[in-house]
């Protein structure tokens, strides 16, 4: 199976590369910027052509939360636009096409997890382009799987975890916002979500596809997931800091954030047999590897 896979140098695809090197049955070929270049949608047919994908997965995006507000244009054409030009260059040579989606497109108002038919309201640029793709790609590719994911963290690029880690080698505390809750998500489970579903429809069970929620097992605030952060540091003999909750309205932002983005990703277990790991369990593995090379941080 020839998987395309869109945003090479993200954390997702790190991730995803690292997965399925020597796995029998898959050959990806991530591309990044240069070969396909999200703020140019009506260029992105030729390369998807060219590779004959059997599977195209976006996961690139302008995930810069804040920017988003600053850049609109510019998050839409790449959340929205390209997303539907690539669900139509996949639909047209016949690959199917898995979008990864966020937890930004609800509005965080909801009592509990939610499923993947609850409304949808974003607050922000990046939520509202975002759920634009979503509806390009359905509109464009009916034959689409739509991944929403959350609070995503890897030993790779920009993530929570990277810079709760980078703060704590001079600082002794840090403040942290402790009113909003949702998933830390290991990128590495998420990858492995993706390989579930490829080796489904390797095996050619077919219906399996719409809207998923994927996202770790378990729900904390960000204030949590930053203890959790300095627990295993500290046992680990890395720098730790200590942690001052506080309320997301005294940590101003350009982009609101929902209160509850917590997902529940039921769903996909019943469908593909794949539930991430509890969140503290997945955080050991990447905080691990990040002690391990500490200068790269
Ligand atoms: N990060 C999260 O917490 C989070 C949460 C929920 C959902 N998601 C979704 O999950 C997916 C993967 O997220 P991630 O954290 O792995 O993303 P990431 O690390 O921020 O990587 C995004 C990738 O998109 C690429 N990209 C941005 N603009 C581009 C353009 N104009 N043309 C081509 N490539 C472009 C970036 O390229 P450069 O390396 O060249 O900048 C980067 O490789 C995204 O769809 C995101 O919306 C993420």
Not at 178 to 193: E, F, I, R, V, W
Not at 276 to 296: E, F, M, Y
Request: proline share 5%; with cysteine.
């Amino acid at each position: 199976m020839k998987i395309l896979v869109t945003g090479r140098g993200g954390q997702l695809v790190n991730c995803l590369v690292e997965r399925t090197a020597g796995r029998a049955g898959f050959e990806l070929v991530a591309l990044g910027r240069s070969q396909m270049d999200l703020d140019q949608p009506e260029m992105l047919g030729e390369p998807i052509r060219a590779a004959k994908p059997d599977v195209v997965i976006n996961a690139a995006a302008f995930t810069a939360v804040d920017l988003a507000e600053d850049e609109p244009e510019k998050a839409h054409t790449i959340n929205a636009v390209a997303a539907g030009a690539i669900a139509a260059a996949s639909r047209e040579c016949g690959a199917r096409i898995i979008q990864l989606s966020t937890d930004y497109v609800f509005d965080g108002t909801a009592d509990g997890p939610y499923s993947e038919d609850a409304p949808t309201n974003p607050l922000g640029v990046y939520g509202r382009t975002k759920c634009e793709g979503e509806e390009r790609v359905r509109a464009e590719a009916p034959d689409h799987l739509i991944l929403r994911t959350a609070w995503l963290y890897s030993p790779f690029g920009r993530n929570f975890v990277r810079t709760m880690m980078h703060l704590a080698e001079d600082r002794d505390a840090v403040s942290v916002v402790a009113d909003q809750s949702g998933n830390p998500t290991s990128a590495y489970d998420l990858a492995d979500g993706l390989i579930a579903v490829l080796e489904a429809w390797r095996h050619g069970r077919t219906g399996l596809g719409g809207t998923y929620h994927l996202a770790g097992t378990g729900i904390t605030t960000w204030a949590g997931f930053a203890e959790a952060i300095f627990d295993q540091c500290r046992a680990l003999g890395l720098p730790a800091a200590l942690v001052e909750p506080i309320a997301g309205a005294d940590w101003p932002t350009r982009a609101r954030r929902p209160m509850n983005s917590a997902l529940n990703s039921s769903r996909f277990e019943s469908d593909f047999g794949y539930r991430a790991p509890a969140w503290q369990v997945s955080l050991q593995t990447v905080v691990s590897r990040l002690g391990k090379s500490l200068h790269a941080i």
